[in-house]
């Protein structure tokens, strides 16, 4: 019988794997395993998560078949937990009962979509008792452990990038100039979205604690483009001027 610790760290590779293929917080899949497996208060002890590796009560056939109860309801097998994760965040992220929650900026956000889409039926306290799982086992310090890391939605070309205390979307299509991970925020802890066509303001260059600036970003970046090329320029000048000159001294 594992401990909730225990079973907190079994999970968490397999919930962060979720995130990075379908943006759902870590934080939110580890609740939400820990709410619908759970047996006499241990988590991962109900007799379908023992039987089928199966967290979520998700029904149908699964990878590794099926398993009937005896009143009849169909689960989903799979042959890893990390398996049953992957599932139920793949189903979670892409329909539009629940949709918002890929690469959603908080985990409230998250857990009021379920509530709203009816993941638990008509079930009114449902996202109060995933953010109580989330704060009484600081689940938000797996989130946070994703800091700087940079995510694309392959469904909006959504680029969202986890800074550690929210998440910076870049919408629209817009896409992240090439050799810089960093996106324009106006507070350094909030959301601010960067659509195409928009210039991050260089007085928020660093903000999102992000390492890999590129300085020919922004408006002071095109400034030193343009000075590089004019540089280039008076230099093709002067050697062109200095060649002819030793040209013609050299016909005298």
Known sequence: MSSLSDFIAKITPGAIQGYKDYGILPSVTIAQAIVESSKDGVPGASNIAVLTNNLFGVTGKGPAGSYTTSDGRTFKKYNSITESILDHNKVVGTLDYYKGISYAPDYQ????????????????????????????????????????????????????????????????????????????????????????????????????????????????????????????????????????????????
């Open 109 to 252: 956000s998250s857990t009021s979509i379920l509530q709203s889409g009816g993941y638990a039926g008509k079930s009114t306290t449902y996202a109060a008792t995933l953010n109580g799982v989330i704060k009484a086992n600081n689940l938000t310090s797996i989130d946070n452990s994703l800091s700087n890391s940079v995510q694309v939605d392959p469904g909006t070309g959504t680029i969202s990038i986890n800074n550690g205390s929210g998440t910076i979307n870049v919408r629209g299509g817009a896409k992240a100039p090439a050799g810089t991970q960093f996106i324009q925020t106006t507070d350094g802890s909030g959301i601010n979205t960067l659509r195409p066509g928009e210039t991050p303001t260089p007085s928020y260059w660093g903000e999102t604690g992000l390492e890999n600036l590129n300085p020919f970003h922004g408006v002071m970046g095109d400034v030193a483009k343009l000075a590089t090329k004019v540089l280039f320029i008076i230099a093709g000048i002067l050697v062109g001027y200095l060649a002819i000159k030793y040209l013609l001294g050299g016909s005298e």
